[in-house]
C-alpha cells in the first residue's frame, strides 16, 4: 500500500493536497480496509491483537485455488512473495 502512495505522490502531489490527503495516514484511511485478529505471539505463549490492510492475499490465494485466475496472471509463489515484501515494511 505504501507503494502506491508513494507513486500518487509522485505522479499527483496536487490533487492529494486538494483532497487532503498529502499524508500516507489521511490516504490509507481514505483507501484501505484495515482488519483486527488475534496472532499467536512469536513465542507461541499467548495471543496479541494485531490490525492489517492484506486481506487481499485471501482474497487472491481463493481465487487462485477456485482456478479463477490463470497461472501466468497469479500464482501462490506471487502471492506469497508479496507477502513477504509487505512483512518486511
Known amino acids: 500500500m505504501t507503494e502506491l502512495f508513494t507513486m500518487q505522490r509522485y505522479l499527483q502531489p496536487q490533487r492529494l493536497k486538494r483532497a487532503?490527503?498529502?499524508?500516507f495516514d489521511a490516504w490509507a484511511a481514505a483507501f484501505c480496509k484495515t482488519t483486527t485478529a488475534l496472532e499467536l505471539t512469536s513465542e507461541g505463549k499467548g495471543f496479541r491483537s494485531k490490525t492489517r490492510m492484506v486481506d487481499v492475499f485471501a482474497e487472491r490465494a481463493e481465487n487462485i485455488c477456485k482456478r479463477k485466475?490463470?497461472?501466468?496472471?497469479?500464482?501462490?509463489l506471487l502471492v506469497t512473495n508479496d507477502g513477504r515484501k509487505l512483512a518486511l515494511e
Not at 487532503?20 to 499524508?23: A, I, R, T
Not at 485466475?69 to 501462490?76: G, T
Request: avoid cysteine; aromatic fraction near 8%; proline fraction near 8%.
Open 20 to 23: 487532503g490527503l498529502s499524508y
Open 69 to 76: 485466475v490463470e497461472p501466468d496472471e497469479d500464482n501462490m
